[in-house]
């Protein structure tokens, strides 16, 4: 089974800093997708970026880029020029790309705190 | 506008009472799940489903039980064998190749009063 892990329960950034959060998955399987979802304070889960493993080209979307490291099963996002509205909880997540039975589940790590000092 | 709407958004369940939360879709999406957010615990997968009138059990699925007569719904009932309901409750869709991630509601807190 594929397992998502982010050790670090709370991180904070001064605004307009970049912040780097880290994520490490394990699997067996060679073709998957990755995300990173923010849920703030009102709870509700938003896509922030997603990479898919054969393309090594990281993933960015305006200030968010990712580094994923394939061989070492590492998928970090850095938020670049950071915001008050950064400030969530930010999920790391992993999806086989087979479609099929258990393998359509996302699995989410426990999350991290980001917090932005003004 | 499409999207995924639960209902309701506070919900309070007496002891030995099932309760059921709902949960409707309008993007088309074939898959739906439903997790469980406890503090410190990330987010657990209760029961999915990827097509109409067919769902499997997810990792956390005693004392839960859900249905999928139609595409766009996939209610989730909580029953009284459920030991410990208290938690926050999320919906979600996708496309069955799951490409694009999911798509979640904005949730449902059960307490057990």
């Known amino acids: 089974a594929q397992t998502v892990t982010q050790s670090q329960p709370e991180m904070s950034v001064q605004e307009a800093e970049t912040v780097t959060l880290s994520c490490t998955y394990d699997?067996?399987?060679?073709?998957?997708?990755l995300f990173w979802y923010k849920q703030p304070p009102s709870r509700q889960m938003i896509l922030v970026i997603r990479?898919?493993?054969?393309?090594?080209q990281n993933a960015t979307e305006n200030r968010f880029s990712v580094n994923f490291q394939k061989a070492a099963k590492s998928f970090s996002l850095k938020i670049s020029d950071s915001q008050l509205g950064d400030a969530a909880m930010y999920f790391c997540?992993?999806?086989?790309?087979?479609?099929?039975?258990?393998?359509?589940?996302?699995?989410f790590g426990k999350g991290i705190t980001l917090s932005v000092r003004p | 506008d499409g999207g995924i709407t639960q209902s309701p958004k506070y919900l309070f369940r007496k002891e030995g009472q099932n309760v059921t939360l709902s949960c409707e879709q309008n993007?088309?999406?074939?898959?739906m799940y439903w997790y469980r957010q406890d503090p410190g615990q990330g987010l657990r997968l209760i029961y999915y489903?990827?097509?109409?009138?067919?769902?499997q059990k997810g990792d956390i699925a005693e004392g839960y039980s859900v249905s999928r007569e139609k595409k766009e719904s996939f209610p989730l009932t909580v029953t009284s064998a459920q030991k410990n309901p208290t938690a926050f409750y999320l919906c979600?869709?996708?496309?069955?190749?799951?490409?694009?991630?999911?798509?979640f509601g904005s949730g449902t807190r059960l307490t057990v009063v």
């Open positions: 997540a992993y999806r086989s790309a087979i479609r099929a039975g258990a393998n359509s589940k996302l699995t």
């Open positions: 993007l088309n999406h074939d898959a």
């Open positions: 990479q898919e493993a054969y393309k090594q």
């Open positions: 979600a869709s996708s496309t069955i190749s799951g490409l694009h991630g999911y798509t």
């Open positions: 699997t067996s399987e060679s073709d998957y997708y």
């Open positions: 489903s990827q097509i109409v009138n067919d769902f």
